[in-house]
C-alpha cells in the first residue's frame, strides 16, 4: 500500500500481496526454529517454496510477457490469491499486448538474454 500512495507502478503487482502473505506463512510456520537455530532463514524459504512447487522463471506460463519494465502495463493483482496457470498466462499477454510494439520487442530481445 506505501507504495502505491507513492506512485510505484510496482505496488499491487500481480504476486505483490500473495508474496506478502507467503511471508507471513513462512514466519510463523518456521518462527520457532529459527528462533532455537533448529533452521536457517534459507533452509526455511526452500522449504517452503518446494512445498508449493515453484518452478524456474523460464517455465513459468507467463514467462513470454514478463516485462522488464515496470509501468502503467504491469499487471496488477488487489488481492492475497494468486494469479497461477493459463489465467496468469492470458493476464500477462493481455498487458503484454496493450504495450507499444517497441516495448514487446525489447522484452522478447531481453528474454532471449535470460540464461537457460
Given amino acids: 500500500m506505501w507504495q502505491s500512495l507513492k506512485n510505484n507502478n ?3 503487482s500481480y504476486e505483490d500481496l500473495p508474496s506478502n502473505l507467503l511471508g507471513v506463512g513462512i514466519y510463523i510456520r518456521f518462527s520457532q526454529d529459527l528462533a ?3 533452521i536457517t532463514w534459507h533452509q526455511a524459504i526452500k522449504t517452503a517454496l518446494d512445498e508449493i512447487n515453484c518452478i524456474e522463471p523460464e517455465n513459468a506460463p507467463n514467462f513470454k510477457y514478463i516485462p522488464y519494465i515496470i509501468n502503467e502495463y504491469y499487471p496488477k493483482n488487489y488481492t492475497y490469491t494468486p494469479l497461477l496457470g493459463n489465467q496468469l498466462k492470458q493476464y500477462h499477454k493481455q498487458k ?4 507499444p510494439l517497441n516495448e514487446q520487442q525489447r522484452t522478447k530481445q ?7
Fill in 10 to 12: 510496482s505496488a499491487y
Fill in 36 to 38: 532455537l537455530g533448529n
Fill in 96 to 99: 503484454f499486448c496493450e504495450r
Fill in 110 to 116: 531481453v528474454h532471449e538474454l535470460f540464461p537457460r
